[in-house]
Nanobody, 123 residues
Framework: QLVESGGGSVQAGGSLRLSCAAS????????MAWFRQAPGKGREGVAA????????IYTDSAKGRFTTSQDNASKTAVLQMNSLKPEDTAMYHC???????????????????WGPGTQVTVS
């Protein structure tokens, strides 16, 4: 089970910090990712981090503005979002899959668990 928190409404240029609390699985090595879906658009991967070495990947629009990390011991992940833009408005979901090394992927069919999402609105 994954539960996101930290969403809200901010003005352009502002910041938000999303959190994802996980429970109910024992993936010692995993990729935890953040996806988002705006109204009328498909879901896209935003950021993902691998627990084994804390490496992370980002979609191009998030590079330089967003930072993700996870704490495997507490099964939590965060997404720090700075310099927010109106086009960042979306429902943000965290997701996780077991991984044994290498680079995380944004392939949605890899992910075993998904959270219900938290809304981010930038005006």
């Amino acid at each position: 089970q994954l539960v996101e928190s930290g969403g809200g409404s901010v003005q352009a240029g502002g910041s938000l910090r999303l959190s994802c609390a996980a429970s109910g699985y024992t993936y010692n090595r995993n990729c935890m990712a953040w996806f988002r879906q705006a109204p009328g658009k498909g879901r896209e991967g935003v950021a993902a981090t691998y627990s084994g070495d804390s490496s992370a990947i980002y979609t191009d629009s998030a590079k330089g503005r967003f930072t993700t990390s996870q704490d495997n011991a507490s099964k939590t992940a965060v997404l720090q979002m700075n310099s927010l833009k109106p086009e960042d408005t979306a429902m943000y979901h965290c997701a996780v899959y077991v991984a044994y090394g290498g680079r995380c992927s944004f392939r949605e069919d890899f992910y075993d668990y998904w959270g219900p999402g938290t809304q981010v609105t930038v005006s």
